[in-house]
């Protein structure tokens, strides 16, 4: 979805660093071979992503929802040399293509993989996160930010994904679309929690950074 004219996005795109070669390859692959290929975070918000990452310089990343990849490789160009990214997904199917991608870039050492439940493995991490990006689940946003928060230290960094749910957020609510639901009750306890200083920027689907107080 776009919130400025396409012709002005297009510049925009135009005038932002490049996506690199071994991720336009993961990107034709993945249109290629795997169902909806529509959740890869794309070209420019990968750029945002690896940014982002950089200007934190994470030594612990954690991403909620893996899809084939895509992101946590954008964001692994920003950890610490001795760093590490820990991505969860669902998808055992997708394990195998995700590592080929992980293998084949600088950060493969550096990215460690979890099948399974997020709710259920992050309990499990005995890590503080530096940044935690959250692309999985709607329903579960709100339990995952509550099961992550007390992991993150006072500057860490929350980014959370889709939250404008291609513009649904400011549609009429069907009683049914329990991912609209969650997503507007998120947005808002974002907005109003005391732990976090929150700004919702209109990129493609919605993106949020919420820096921990």
């Keep these: 979805m776009h919130f400025i004219p396409q012709e002005l996005d297009d510049y925009v795109v135009a005038h932002s660093e490049q996506e690199p070669e071994l991720l336009q390859r993961l990107t034709r692959e993945t249109y290629q071979k795997i169902l909806q290929p529509r959740m890869?975070?794309?070209?420019?918000q990968g750029r945002i992503?690896?940014?982002?990452?950089?200007l934190i310089n994470p030594k612990n990343i954690l991403e909620i929802g893996t899809y084939t990849?895509?992101?946590?490789l954008c964001l692994a160009e920003g950890l610490q040399k001795n760093g590490q990214l820990h991505t969860i997904d669902i998808n055992e199917e997708l394990i195998d293509f995700q590592r080929k991608y992980f293998d084949m870039s600088d950060y493969g050492k550096q990215i460690h993989q979890h099948l399974g439940q997020a709710l259920d493995i992050i309990p499990?991490?005995?890590?503080k996160f530096d940044l935690v990006f959250i692309d999985a689940d709607k329903p579960n946003y709100i339990n995952y930010f509550h099961t992550i928060i007390d992991k993150i230290d006072s500057g860490g960094i929350i980014l959370s994904d889709n939250v404008l749910w291609s513009g649904k957020v400011l549609e009429k609510l069907n009683p049914k679309d329990q991912s609209t639901k969650i997503l507007l009750e998120y947005n808002k306890l974002l907005n109003e929690d005391d732990r976090l200083e929150t700004v919702l920027l209109p990129i493609r689907d919605g993106l949020t950074i919420s820096r921990v107080k």
């Design 69 to 72: 990849g895509y992101s946590a």
């Design 40 to 44: 890869l975070s794309g070209a420019f």
């Design 49 to 54: 992503l690896s940014m982002i990452a950089k």
């Design 124 to 127: 499990t991490l005995d890590l």
